[in-house]
């Protein structure tokens, strides 16, 4: 099946300290070393929404961890949707057309697995996550970080890492959906995280 553009759309995913920007860095550097023309890419973004979801964060993380203190978790998933559609418009879409290689640390997956897992009710919320993002072009390939949370937690204590979920936050006592269906038919890949940055593989990018 043909992509509908002449570039490549790469997104890294994984939980706060799993080194989606370290190794979302390394791999920009990588490809433009071997000569493709890569862009860097982040969500939340730099874009009027994204600023404005990075302000709440770093102010009052809990907005992400369920406990009801900050915006609730159907306002978040708008914001992120909304700030995800400037994204698309003004630097995915361009830049895909023009034949680039686009690197995005992290893009709806973790909208449709933090959102939904931040509901009182994970089964019945993914779908309609999964329906504010439907529209947004599907990553040729997405890299999922694998990492202990252990090793993850120890990351974001040492950095304060002010993120999508707090570190006290238990994930594995909630229903986690599963990646591949909540990426519908994207590509999907796992990747160790837990490596020094300057052993982890920086990976390669699908031929534009």
């Not at 290689?101 to 931040?118: E, G």
């Not at 950095?159 to 519908?184: E, N």
Request: glycine share 8%.
């Amino acid at each position: 099946m043909s992509r509908p553009w002449p570039g490549a759309f790469i997104a890294l995913e994984g939980i706060d300290g799993s080194g989606t920007t370290t190794q979302a860095l390394r791999l920009i550097q990588r490809l433009r070393q071997e000569g493709h023309d890569a862009v860097s890419a982040r969500e939340p973004t730099d874009g009027p929404v994204g600023t404005l979801l990075r302000g709440l964060l770093a102010q009052n993380p809990s907005v992400q961890d369920g406990s009801g203190q900050g915006l609730g978790w159907e306002a978040m998933a708008l914001l992120f949707a909304a700030d995800r559609a400037d994204h698309v418009q003004r630097l995915l879409q361009p830049s895909l057309a023009e034949g680039r290689v686009v690197v995005t640390d992290r893009f709806d997956l973790s909208s449709r697995i933090y959102q939904s897992l931040t509901s009182p009710d994970p089964e019945r919320a993914l779908p309609w996550v999964c329906s504010l993002n439907h529209r947004f072009p599907r990553p040729d390939l997405t890299l999922v970080l694998d990492i202990d949370e252990e090793v993850a937690a120890e990351r974001r204590d040492g950095v304060c890492i002010k993120g999508f979920l707090k570190p006290d936050v238990d994930l594995p006592k909630k229903p986690k959906p599963d990646p591949v269906t909540a990426t519908d038919t994207a590509p999907t890949n796992t990747a160790p995280g837990d490596s020094p940055p300057a052993d982890a593989p920086a990976g390669t990018a699908p031929a534009p």
